[in-house]
């Protein structure tokens, strides 16, 4: 069976943990969309291993696969494996042929797009990694894709093609000068040692034949979705979104595995009990103003500074419209609480349970970004909860945690209409309450 776990929110929801936590009971886990851009903690035995692009499944011994939905930049992919063996670890990765390589010039072009989109506000604050530029080749159909480093001469055609207007582009439009991310002999000399290196390692794959042979010789597969819903490029708040499809059914498109069996699954959207947010855009439950405090509280309890660019992440109330839209979008089956022990200790915790829109109240989100912007929060009050021990609640059973964190699960539940199956209270994996393990069926 396959269990896909997706962001419910604005990425940065502690994804990486429930991969970590469910992805035990998996023989394979598949990244679907996104490369580098996205940020992955995972803690084994009191070691940190942040990963970007390799599925977070690899550092237990899994298989993990980057999908032909995911923009794969070679020189990250192989200083991440590199890294794992330097540690003593022996990771199992393998490249869907039909993926898309980043290239240096996609992150060149990332940022002085960015640059330039800046004086009008429409900056999505990105990663820098090259994604969007990547993306777009995909979609213009002069992308290089991970099969192609594997032959020179269709490699060469394709940079012959593309990279005179990409430094066209760089030079006339943007005023840049031009060096090697834009030379065709040197781009072509360094991709082909990274197409030999996938070669010599065996890790070129048909990622939809690889996944489904693994699936019918009777193992188990989890999909790990980056980003989050409302990064969606098209659920999500357009254009500061990513270039990709974080929501379910981009599992199946981005994987080569059919809806039929991605729905035959689980779905698991992974929430935090508040709101992060890199990067640029509204955010109506955002804490500013008086609020300014709270957020710099709930900042560096939760550790809220970006994975991948270490930029300190905007923080806000949870977004219940925000959810509810989640939800529908994705079909979530059941919904991982994470982060319940960053509210601890705090008199009071709210929430966003709609929005007043043009005197009316809404509970979804507006198709519209600028809608969205002139959305007002209509805040709920829960009580806070004490401080607790996260190891003895974890080890205990949900009904360890104070009743006030109980009251506020159960109304996400309630809201959302699907059961929290673990919830969170604190980074490490024995950190987390489970009430269902999706992958038992
Ligand atoms: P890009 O994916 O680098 O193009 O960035 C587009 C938008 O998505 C920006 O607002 C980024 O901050 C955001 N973003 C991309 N990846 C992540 C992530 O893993 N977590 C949170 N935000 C992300």
């Given at each position: 069976m396959t269990v896909t776990i997706v962001g419910a929110?604005?990425?940065?929801?502690?994804k990486g943990g429930v991969v970590d936590l469910f992805g035990d009971d998996a023989d394979v886990v598949a990244r679907y969309q996104g490369g580098d851009n996205a940020g992955h903690t995972v803690v084994v035995g009191g070691d940190e291993y942040k990963l970007s692009?390799?599925?977070?499944?690899a550092v237990r011994g899994k298989t993990g696969v980057l999908g032909n939905g995911c923009v794969v930049n070679p020189e990250t992919l192989f200083e991440e494996i590199d890294a794992l063996r330097d540690r003593g670890l022996d990771p199992d990765v393998r490249v869907a042929e039909r993926a898309h390589v980043i290239l240096p010039y996609h992150r060149v072009l990332d940022g002085i797009e960015e640059e330039a989109k800046s004086d009008s506000d429409?900056?999505?604050?990105?990663?820098?990694?090259?994604i969007g530029p990547t993306y777009e080749d995909k979609a213009g159909r002069r992308g290089v894709r991970v099969g192609d480093l594997l032959d020179p001469d269709v490699l060469r055609d394709r940079l012959e093609y593309v990279v005179p207007q990409k430094r066209a582009l760089y030079?006339?439009?943007?005023g840049g000068d031009a060096g090697e991310a834009f030379d065709v002999d040197a781009l072509f000399e360094q991709y082909r040692e990274y197409g030999d290196r996938i070669e010599e390692e065996g890790m070129a794959v048909d990622a939809g034949d690889y996944l489904a042979d693994r699936i019918d010789g009777g193992d188990d597969v989890m999909l790990e979705g980056a980003q989050g819903t409302s990064l969606?490029?098209?659920?999500?708040v357009y254009p500061y979104?990513?270039?990709?499809?974080?929501?379910?059914?981009y599992a199946a498109t981005g994987s080569g595995l059919g809806p039929t069996t991605i729905g035959r699954g689980e779905v698991v959207g992974v929430v935090k009990a508040y709101l992060s947010r890199v990067g640029t855009g509204p955010l109506p439950t955002e804490l500013t103003g008086d609020d300014e405090e709270l957020a710099d509280y709930i900042r560096e309890e939760g550790g809220e500074?970006?994975?991948?660019?270490g930029r300190p992440r905007r923080v806000g109330w949870l977004d219940v419209p925000m959810l509810r839209h989640a939800a529908r979008a994705n079909g979530f089956t059941g919904v991982a609480l994470n982060h319940l022990d960053v509210l601890a200790g705090l008199e009071e915790v709210r929430v966003g349970h709609a929005y007043e829109l043009d005197g009316e109240t809404v509970e979804t989100m507006p198709p519209t970004t600028e809608r969205w912007g002139d959305c007002e929060p209509v805040l709920e009050t829960f009580d806070g909860w004490p401080e607790f021990d996260p190891e003895a609640v974890a080890d205990e059973g949900?009904?360890?945690?104070p009743e006030a964190a109980r009251e506020y699960v159960e109304y996400v539940e309630g809201e959302l209409g699907?059961?929290?199956v673990a919830v969170g209270?604190?980074?490490?994996?024995?950190?987390t309450v489970v009430r269902r393990n999706p992958f038992d069926q």
């Open positions: 929110q604005l990425g940065d929801e502690g692009l390799v599925p977070s499944g429409l900056d999505a604050g990105t990663t820098g990694r090259g030079e006339d439009v943007y969606d490029i098209d659920h999500g979104v990513t270039s990709s499809n974080p929501t379910a059914g500074y970006g994975t991948v660019t949900y009904d360890a945690l699907v059961d929290v209270v604190g980074p490490g994996r024995e950190e």
